[in-house]
């Protein structure tokens, strides 16, 4: 089992930054990629970013040269920088990890909250 505890989000104005940050516990070392998903109200939940264990970063276009991910593995810990922040960036941010015991496996954390507004 993984878990996942999501923190940092919050209430920042346009053009603003927030840092999310998502602590993993448990069996780490069968993780082979962590990413950050988001979901709306009314929409479906979307990938913003994901790191594989070699280090391999994608995002999604909307958030390119505005987001960063990154890993700490000394913390275990995934890291979300979101710099020149938009209205529609409001989300639910998630933490997503894949990891292989056996079989494949997908947790998610609780999720955080991120409103971006004047």
């Known amino acids: 089992q993984v878990q996942l505890v999501e923190s940092g989000g919050g209430l920042v104005q346009p053009g603003g930054s927030l840092r999310l940050s998502c602590a993993a516990s448990?069996?780490?070392?069968?993780?082979?990629?962590m990413g950050w998903y988001r979901q709306a109200p009314g929409k479906q939940r979307e990938l913003v970013a994901a790191?594989?264990?070699?280090?391999?970063?994608n995002y999604a276009d909307s958030v390119k040269d505005r987001f960063t991910i990154s890993r700490d593995n000394a913390k275990n810990t995934l890291y979300l920088q979101m710099n020149s922040l938009k209205p529609e960036d409001t989300a639910v941010y998630y933490c997503?990890?894949?990891?292989?015991?056996?079989?494949?496996?997908?947790?998610w954390g609780q999720g955080t909250q991120v409103t971006v507004s004047s």
């Open positions: 997503n990890a894949v990891a292989i015991v056996g079989v494949r496996n997908t947790y």
């Open positions: 448990g069996i780490i070392n069968s993780i082979y990629s």
């Open positions: 790191l594989s264990n070699g280090g391999r970063a």
